[in-house]
């Protein structure tokens, strides 16, 4: 009888352990600068929308990611990466894409700060050039944190998927925007 008795106590308490006992809370699993930010910018890996040097299909997925951004409404899109808090750097899938770029004064191609990329080069004019670039044929989504100095930190989150920012899907702002509603509700 007693064992009895002491068995159907321990199997009380135990009930009242686990019934009382909290589920522990989840880890966020993405950074906190996703709940603190406020304002993002949109930016190809070759620059900006304003950029001559960004291809036209880079172009238009920084306008569909600045669009799903809006209907979003979690963050402002800045026009400058100085001003924002994250910034959201997209590149359309493509093996290989032919890309004009400008002859510098010694008839080498220049980079974007005006010095020319390679001075082995026999060109003697200026004028327009051709370039080629081959990459991953899927989309990418890359957002980066910014310092002060404007340089990006990161990535701190990424991910790339067979056209994952053609409108109107736009699979990996979706995914991005339920990793940040999952982790950081409002």
């Known amino acids: 009888m007693k064992r009895c008795l002491f068995l159907l106590v321990l199997a009380a308490l135990s009930l009242a352990i686990v019934a009382g006992a909290k589920p522990k809370k989840q880890k966020a699993t993405l950074p906190a600068a996703f709940d603190h930010a406020q304002y993002v910018h949109v930016e190809a890996m070759d620059g900006d929308s304003l950029d001559p040097d960004v291809l036209p299909e ?36 493509r093996t290989a894409s032919v890309i004009p770029h400008v ?36 989309d990418m989504l890359s957002i980066y944190m910014v310092n002060p ?29 339920h990793e940040v509603e999952t982790a950081y509700p409002r």
């Open 58 to 93: 880079d172009r238009q997925a920084i306008g569909n990611v600045e669009q799903g951004l809006r209907d979003w409404n979690r963050y402002s899109i800045a026009l400058r990466r100085d001003q924002a808090d994250l910034v959201f750097v997209v590149r359309k899938g």
């Open 103 to 138: 002859v510098g004064l010694g008839g080498h191609p220049q980079d974007r700060s005006g010095f020319p990329q390679d001075p082995s080069r026999g060109d003697s004019a200026p004028g327009v050039g051709v370039g080629a670039e081959a990459g991953p044929a899927d």
């Open 149 to 177: 100095s404007g340089a990006l930190i990161g990535p701190i989150w990424s991910y790339s998927l067979k056209g994952g920012l053609d409108m109107p899907a736009q699979m990996l702002l979706k995914r991005l925007r």
